[in-house]
């Protein structure tokens, strides 16, 4: 978190939602900003679609606590929002590392966000994961990334991909009257193939092994959960 908000205390306000964290989160939020917001949390668009009207100002850069501005990517938005685009939003890289490794492949090499937009223009779309940004206006994209540091240490990696796999079971379980191998063996296993394959994550050694492993449970994770779902 502090590594968060000293690569962003440049922004003329800085507003944090924070979901009654029970560690040290506020007491270093209060070192940078008074504006701290607390709501119970629900899924990630949800909070972020509640979060974004109480911003004072025109344009808002929404970060995650692993997320980082880099000196380069500070002065490329403080330029844009400067020029006055015609654009309401702007896609940005990131550069994701893991197990202090940084993770050129494996399905993450072309990773990019909408984390920089126009609070009137922009809402989240209703997804319990991987929301995106929607809008009607014109959307670019900044040269400059966000560093990503992805997750703590592997036991955070777990819980996310558990905790992602059960949001994600309320997005597919319409799309999926029914649960069965093809669901829980080949979805999977493709999805190894696509990470470790296809996306290259070979070329990133042990590291890109285990974020295949991991990615293709998570599909399992999902259908064991719309299943486990279908009976209650």
Same mark, same amino acid.
């Given at each position: 978190?502090?590594?968060?908000?000293?690569?962003?205390?440049?922004?003329?306000?800085?507003?944090?939602?924070?979901?009654?964290?029970?560690?040290?989160? $506020?007491?270093?939020?209060?070192?940078?900003?008074? %504006?701290?917001?607390?709501?119970?949390?629900?899924?990630?668009?949800?909070?972020? #679609?509640?979060?974004?009207?109480?911003?004072?100002?025109?344009?808002?850069?929404?970060?995650?606590?692993?997320?980082? +501005?880099?000196?380069? $990517?500070?002065?490329?938005?403080?330029?844009?929002?400067? #020029?006055?685009?015609?654009?309401?939003?702007?896609?940005?890289?990131?550069?994701?590392? %893991?197990?202090?490794?940084?993770?050129?492949?494996?399905?993450?090499?072309?990773?990019?966000?909408?984390?920089?937009?126009?609070? #009137?223009?922009?809402?989240?779309? #209703?997804?319990?994961?991987?929301?995106?940004?929607?809008?009607?206006?014109?959307?670019?994209?900044?040269?400059?990334?966000l560093i990503h540091n992805t997750y703590k240490d592997m036991a955070h990696f777990l819980?996310?991909?558990?905790?992602?796999?059960? $949001?994600?079971?309320?997005?597919?379980?319409?799309?999926?009257?029914? +649960?069965?191998?093809?669901?829980?063996?080949v979805k999977p296993a493709f999805r190894f193939f696509k990470h470790y394959i296809l996306k290259l994550g070979f070329l990133d050694g042990k590291v890109g092994f285990i974020i295949? +492993?991991?990615?293709?449970?998570?599909?399992?994770?999902?259908?064991?959960?719309?299943?486990?779902?279908?009976?209650?």
């Amino acid at each position: 978190m502090r590594d968060l908000l000293e690569s962003i205390k440049w922004a003329e306000e800085i507003m944090i939602v924070d979901s009654f964290s029970t560690d040290e989160t $506020l007491e270093i939020a209060r070192e940078y900003t008074d %504006f701290i917001l607390q709501r119970e949390y629900t899924t990630p668009a949800n909070q972020k #679609n509640w979060a974004i009207p109480q911003a004072s100002h025109e344009w808002i850069l929404l970060l995650d606590a692993d997320e980082r +501005v880099t000196p380069r $990517l500070r002065e490329e938005i403080l330029q844009i929002i400067e #020029n006055q685009p015609k654009e309401v939003a702007f896609w940005i890289g990131r550069e994701n590392y %893991f197990m202090e490794k940084r993770v050129r492949y494996s399905g993450w090499q072309n990773d990019a966000v909408i984390r920089l937009f126009r609070r #009137n223009d922009c809402r989240y779309d #209703n997804k319990a994961v991987h929301e995106e940004i929607e809008t009607e206006g014109k959307i670019g994209r900044l040269q400059s990334k966000l560093i990503h540091n992805t997750y703590k240490d592997m036991a955070h990696f777990l819980e996310k991909m558990r905790r992602y796999a059960r $949001l994600s079971a309320l997005d597919y379980s319409e799309k999926t009257p029914r +649960v069965t191998l093809y669901h829980l063996w080949v979805k999977p296993a493709f999805r190894f193939f696509k990470h470790y394959i296809l996306k290259l994550g070979f070329l990133d050694g042990k590291v890109g092994f285990i974020i295949s +492993v991991i990615m293709a449970w998570g599909v399992f994770l999902r259908y064991l959960n719309i299943l486990e779902n279908s009976k209650k």
